[in-house]
């Protein structure tokens, strides 16, 4: 996937990594080039990693921007509406996280120029991922659950291995995955490339009010999936679909439940206790490790 | 005297494939021009109405001709990074134009996917016209010097027949 993306100089020193373990790749403009792989940092030097920073490989605008125009398929146009939200998915789920100058018009963002960061963050499959809480979650039957954890901790790929052992296991739950930046399931021309088993209808690219209004309607979910809730409308959509009998499985950027419970846009849904469970991820020792999953009171249940 | 009369065939057929081949740059001109307008109509209706890649619009496009499909092919290699810019400037496949037009045309298609919808709507209504008029053009030369040439080389092989024979 990596080879799409990245200049082949640059393709060629990544390829003397272990590849296969890169979590993330940060390149800024005149600065070195950072790898994480496992929560740890080190500079990207022609042979591989390396922590001496006068080997490191030097990012340059024309890098970044060669990097911008294949992540985008030469087809800026098509991802306009990601770039001006900070990143572009690609094929095979890949998040390029980017920052440059702003275009405002009329106090809103059209379009971010002069891009000079890049973060290029690795999916992971790690099937199973999940297995240890699952049966905290089911209760006769799902249970709502927040997956909570501070960004890079694998909120996503938790989802989408609860997702797969939804199916897997065959409890015949109608999933709707509404899956905004392309992050869980990656639909490629409208097939997913990141496997999210057999009984999830995936509604890609679109914004999480207008997935949860048609979804509910039109695809019958037992189970509403999607990632990375925060803003007011998100979690209106999230309540409005609760009182529908639907299931939710989200997830929130915050480092512990306390931090939760100071977010005003939630409130509601937890006096409501719309959320029976929630799983509170930590990336120390690696990115993924279940710190405790507490019921809708906050008490733990597990570890 | 069999010798001379072959010998006169074969400059009589040399003659006429000539003017038949001057005939058919003309041809393929016309149609190379024809392809591009409607390519650029098919690339604004593709990306107004679902932001398709461009990728994917090469790939579901129509059948065009043998010279623009052949064009569109190199250029794809050129988004999918197995060729350089340089390399599609040098373009083969667009033999039959001059150095100026070559480089208008791949400078059009280098910039196709840089910018933003509207942007992109807007360049493509402009090859649209640039190219149209450049069709018409095409198009009167093909009808004025097509049939031209292929007469003036069968004049020029029967005359070449008469004085030697």
Known sequence: MLEKILPSTLFGAINNTPIDKINEIRIRINRRIVVTIDGKSYYLSQDGLSSKADRALIASGEMIESITKRACENSVYAFTDQIKNGYITTKGGIRIGIAGEGVIDKNVVKNLKNINSLVIRVPREVRGCSSGIMG??????????????????GKTTFIRDIIYQLSSKNYCYNVLLIDEKFEIANCFNGVPTLDVGNFCDILSGVPRGYGFEVGVKNLRPDIIVTDEV?????????????????????????????????????????????????????????????????????????? | MT???FLLCVVLVCCISIGIKISKHYAIRERFYKDLCDYFKEYKLKVSYSKQKILEIIDTSRNYGKEFSHFLMEYKRYITCEIDETLLTK??????????????????????GTMSKEEEMEKSRAGEIINSEKYNKCKIEKSKFSSLYVKLFIILALFIFIIFI
């Open chain 2, 91 to 112: 373009c083969n496949s667009l033999y039959f134009l001059n150095v100026e037009e070559r480089k208008e045309v791949v400078d059009m298609f280098l910039s196709l």
């Open chain 2, 3 to 5: 010798f001379k009369i």
């Open chain 1, 230 to 303: 925060g803003t007011e409308k998100d979690c209106e959509a999230l309540f409005k679909a609760s009182t529908s009998g639907i299931r939710l499985l989200a997830s929130i950027h915050a480092s512990s439940l306390e931090d939760l419970e100071k977010k005003e846009e939630f409130e509601r849904l937890i006096h409501n206790k719309v959320f029976k469970r929630y799983v509170l991820l930590t990336a120390s020792p690696t990115p993924g490790k279940v710190v405790g999953v507490y019921d809708e009171n906050f008490r733990c249940i597990s570890y």
């Open chain 1, 136 to 153: 905290y979650l089911m209760q006769d039957e799902f249970l709502s659950t927040l997956i909570v954890s501070p960004p890079g901790c």
